[in-house]
């Protein structure tokens, strides 16, 4: 859980923008922690997307350039570097001279686009579990749940097997990449949350 110093100090804020990149296998609950980050901290905030309903056309553009790091599921709103780089720019408050940071909710395919951005200053963190029985346990109460849609031709069962074969990948990215400086096993969400806090507060120096 500890973070290695000459890996930030390595890294040259100049003239870069600072992204708050918290990454992790799915059923880590990752995305909880990034929410309660953004309610109770305001300088940080989201990237800004490219909504295909409101800017067909930009959306358009991007998608026919592959410069759409990410869409969502419903294909309606899209992630572009622009987005990432611009995000606190666009929301910094002028009166109180706050500084705003952009936090990225990434899974891991996401993550690595995010690593080929040029400009960025990445400050990584790692959402994991202690156990890979949990990472199982988790998904398949997510998926029994029906939150996760079951191809005809598969069985819950076998798409549980596949979401653990890519935890498993995961995992092993999270550890050889080098880019993530803080490891949290979220375990208990508060004690989480307060980890999440404090591996934030190294944006601002």
Known sequence: RGVDMSLLEDKSADGLTTVFLVS???????????NKLVQSDSRFVRPTLVDKIEDGVKFERLQQRGELLETDQSGRYGLSKEGVL???????????????????????ELAKKLVGISGARLVGVWIGLDDLDKFE??????????????????????????????????????VVSGLFEFTILNEDIDDSLTQLKDAASYCFK
């Open 137 to 174: 346990s988790r998904l398949k109460t997510k998926i029994s749940s029906g939150l996760v849609p079951i191809p005809e031709d598969e069985t819950e069962d076998t798409v549980l097997r596949a979401k653990v074969r890519q935890v498993v990948k995961d995992i092993e990215f999270g």
């Open 24 to 34: 992790g296998p799915e059923a880590t609950g990752k995305s909880t922690l990034v």
């Open 86 to 108: 611009q995000a606190a720019e666009q929301s910094s408050d002028s009166e109180n001279g706050e500084q705003k940071v952009v936090v990225v909710d990434a899974d891991v």
